[in-house]
């Protein structure tokens, strides 16, 4: 049985009757971009989010440059943030000429420690990028309220979160990306709302920063041919956004089919966990989680967790059976960050994470029957590897 990482053909199959007339009808106008498909999908998306504005990009990385230069992060400035996610969120930061500094996460969940950003704050200190990783939201009540206390700008990462909610203390939700200063998303193929191609988005209730991400995208200009500060080409082509006004109505009905596919890996592979052999997601009480991806941690209490990952990754291949690992080197050992003099320690969980990690097939177009294939491989792989504990492999007898 083949069981891909995702399926993005299964998912076209259920709007390719509504999509490929319009796209058609797309090429056929003449009007390829900033046009009413994309004005319909900003209107549709900051109604579903909860944002009073909602402003689309080419992609989720121009997302995030352009919120940073928006709320005048520059060179002297830093900005905490997770090493233990994609480089973008980083790498936005170099580009604006500020100082990333990163601070460790919550191994329970992957997304980045409220404690450990408090200790990273020093009178540099100009904003925090959160990351929602793998459709969980981070703890948000927690970091805006140490952002308020230091009067730090906060940026939702919520490339893979589209949908995730949050509850507050007072009770109140709010969808993930519609919590702080500016939210963005990524609609790269593989998230779980996603385009043709690339596309972002960056939404915020505060009517001022809407203006200027809204100028700083369009080359720093409100009005054509009148430019009242340097700006960037970020633009959303009307295919894509018409794609994703389509996937819009489908996103709750797709991310309620991973939540389910989740639960049958958390009952099929709970044996596992007990018997110390994988490390299974939590699910926090603040957050929904869409599973964007439903990673586990291989092992992650063994000095030999990554080979253990490496060896279960190799097994599945063998059987046709998708996963990846995200990610296989935290931020701060990589090679373009060795200018932070970072040692490998300072970020133990990442680190671990980093080691233990592997992310399993959940699109929502998956069977029982191929997540029961995936589970049963995972079990095999484990009694059969010699390299474990007795007491672990008679768990699972």
């Known amino acids: 049985m083949r069981v891909p990482l995702l399926d993005l053909q299964a998912q076209y199959v259920q709007i390719q009757s509504e999509i490929e007339p319009v796209v058609i009808d797309i090429l056929r106008s003449g009007r390829y971009i900033m046009s009413e498909h994309v004005k319909s999908f900003e209107k549709n998306s900051a109604e579903f989010l909860g944002a009073k504005h909602s402003i689309s990009c080419a992609n989720g990385s121009d997302a995030l440059y352009i919120s940073l230069l928006a709320l005048d992060v520059k060179a002297g400035d830093e900005v905490i943030t997770t090493p233990f996610t994609y480089i973008a969120s980083a790498e936005a930061i170099d580009q604006v000429g500020a100082k990333p500094v990163f601070a460790d996460i919550d191994l329970n969940n992957f997304n980045i420690s409220p404690e450990k950003i408090e200790e990273k704050i020093t009178n540099k200190t100009k904003a925090i990028i959160v990351v929602h990783l793998f459709g969980q939201a981070s703890n948000m009540d927690a970091i805006l309220k140490i952002a308020k206390k230091n009067n730090i700008k906060v940026i939702e990462d919520t490339a893979q979160a589209f949908g995730t909610k949050f509850t507050g203390a007072d009770s109140k939700e709010f969808n993930a990306g519609a919590i702080a200063d500016i939210g963005t998303y990524s609609f790269y193929p593989t998230k779980n709302l996603s385009c043709a191609g690339d596309g972002g988005l960056m939404t915020t209730n505060d009517d001022e920063l809407a203006a200027r991400l809204r100028r700083i995208k369009a080359h720093g200009s409100d009005k054509r041919y009148y430019h009242s500060e340097i700006g960037v080409n970020s633009r959303l082509d009307e295919i894509q956004a018409a794609i994703l006004d389509a996937k819009l109505q489908l996103i709750n009905k797709w991310n309620e089919s991973r939540a389910k596919n989740a639960e049958i890996y958390f009952s099929e592979l709970a044996d596992l ?35 253990l990952r490496n060896g279960l990754k190799e097994f599945l291949s063998q059987r046709e059976i998708g996963s990846e690992i995200y990610y296989p080197l935290a931020l701060h050992e990589q090679e373009v960050y060795k200018y932070l003099n ?6 133990p969980n990442s680190v671990i994470a980093s080691n233990a990690v592997l992310s399993l097939p959940v699109y929502p177009e998956l069977t029982n029957e191929q997540i029961k294939f995936v589970c049963d491989s995972i079990k095999d792989f484990f009694k059969n590897n010699s390299e474990l504990r007795v007491e672990a492999k008679a768990a699972l007898a």
């Open 342 to 347: 970072y040692e490998s320690d300072d970020f």
């Open 273 to 307: 966990e007990k018997a110390g052999l994988i490390k299974l997601p939590r699910k926090e009480s603040y957050s929904t989680h869409i599973y964007h991806q439903f990673s586990i941690l291989v092992s992650p209490d063994s000095k030999e967790s990554a080979s």
